[in-house]
């Protein structure tokens, strides 16, 4: 398990210059799931390359973490460089249920507000495991709904209201997390690997459905990362066997994931589109 010093938020150091504009400066970027774990080191990498940020969550318990990361935003120097005397926060916080149609739609709205613009890029990075890790015979009909609720449909929405909403004619980008299982296909996590394959199946259609707005849709699908997700449930045993499967003989980290979030959310990724790009350091 990380020890409490190794949880503390790390901002990516940013290289900003005072004559070259950022990769994403000044385009807004909606996070879901951003208060902890990939979302949040996504978010804080959007933030480096020169975004505005929402921050994203769903429950009242991770509130202060969700601060926190708008804080480090905030008070980082390539925000102080790049805010030009603007009183506006360039990231804020925006508690919301990706599953529910009107919160989501409040999300948009509450961000166009806030930064007088529209919005250019969506990562869905919310989402849920059942960490009791069932096979399918044991899977209770509820888990699998509340799986399903929140990722598959907690999706469906976030594409939905991003490919109605998003800034068409260049910079629109709508980025969904996925997962490795669903190459890998292990026992007893089904009704998560199915969420997640019909996640990667949406994403690959909406690609083409966005024809001629200029905004680009992929999936980043990583394996096994060191969050609360990935440790809830497990022995020690059972990590050590993840660990041993990889052919780097290591779990990954957030910091292995968003940097390729960030180059999906720049320009220069433009030719990359309805793709599901996996990062897992080879383990399927
Ligand atoms: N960690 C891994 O090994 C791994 C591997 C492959 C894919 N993924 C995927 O990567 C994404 C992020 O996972 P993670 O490991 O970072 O998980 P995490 O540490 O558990 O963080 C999940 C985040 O999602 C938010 N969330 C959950 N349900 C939500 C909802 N209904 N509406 C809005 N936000 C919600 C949580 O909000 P609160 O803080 O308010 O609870 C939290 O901020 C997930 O989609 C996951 O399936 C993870």
């Keep these: 398990?990380?020890?409490?010093?190794?949880?503390?938020?790390?901002?990516?150091?940013?290289?900003?210059?005072?004559?070259?504009?950022?990769?994403?400066?000044?385009?807004?970027?909606?996070?879901?799931?951003?208060?902890?774990?990939?979302?949040?080191?996504?978010?804080?990498?959007?933030?480096?390359?020169?975004?505005?940020?929402?921050?994203?969550?769903?429950?009242?318990?991770?509130?202060?973490?969700?601060?926190?990361?708008?804080?480090?935003?905030?008070?980082?120097?390539?925000?102080?460089?790049?805010?030009?005397?603007?009183?506006?926060?360039?990231?804020?916080?925006?508690?919301?249920?990706?599953?529910?149609?009107?919160?989501?739609?409040?999300?948009?709205?509450?961000a166009e507000e806030a930064f007088n613009s529209p919005v250019h890029i969506l990562v869905n990075s919310a989402g849920i495991i059942d960490s009791k890790y069932p096979t399918i015979a044991n899977t209770s009909l509820e888990d699998f709904d509340n799986i399903f609720r929140v990722n598959a449909r907690g999706a469906f929405l976030c594409c939905k209201e991003a490919a109605n909403r998003i800034k068409r004619g260049g910079g629109g980008r709508i980025i969904l997390?996925?997962?490795?299982?669903?190459?890998?296909?292990?026992?007893?996590?089904?009704?998560?690997t199915a969420s997640k394959a019909a996640v990667e199946t949406m994403t690959k259609i909406l690609a083409k459905e966005l024809k001629g707005t200029r905004i680009t849709a992929n999936c980043v699908a990583p394996g096994p990362i060191a969050t609360e997700l990935f440790f809830t449930g497990k022995t020690e045993e059972q990590v050590k066997r993840v660990i041993e499967e990889s052919p780097l003989n290591r779990l990954g980290e957030t910091k292995d994931v968003a940097p390729l979030v960030g180059f999906l959310a720049t320009d220069a990724s433009e030719w990359v589109n309805g793709q599901v790009i996996r990062v897992n350091g080879g383990y399927v």
């Design 177 to 192: 997390l996925s997962s490795s299982l669903v190459g890998a296909l292990k026992p007893g996590a089904a009704a998560y």
């Design 1 to 110: 398990m990380a020890s409490e010093s190794e949880n503390q938020i790390q901002i990516p150091s940013p290289s900003p210059s005072l004559s070259q504009p950022q990769p994403l400066q000044d385009r807004v970027a909606i996070v879901t799931g951003s208060a902890r774990g990939i979302g949040q080191a996504i978010a804080l990498h959007l933030g480096s390359l020169g975004a505005k940020l929402v921050i994203n969550h769903t429950s009242s318990k991770s509130t202060h973490e969700a601060e926190l990361v708008a804080s480090q935003i905030n008070n980082s120097l390539s925000s102080s460089l790049n805010n030009n005397n603007n009183n506006t926060p360039r990231a804020i916080t925006i508690r919301a249920d990706v599953s529910d149609p009107t919160q989501l739609k409040s999300l948009f709205d509450k």
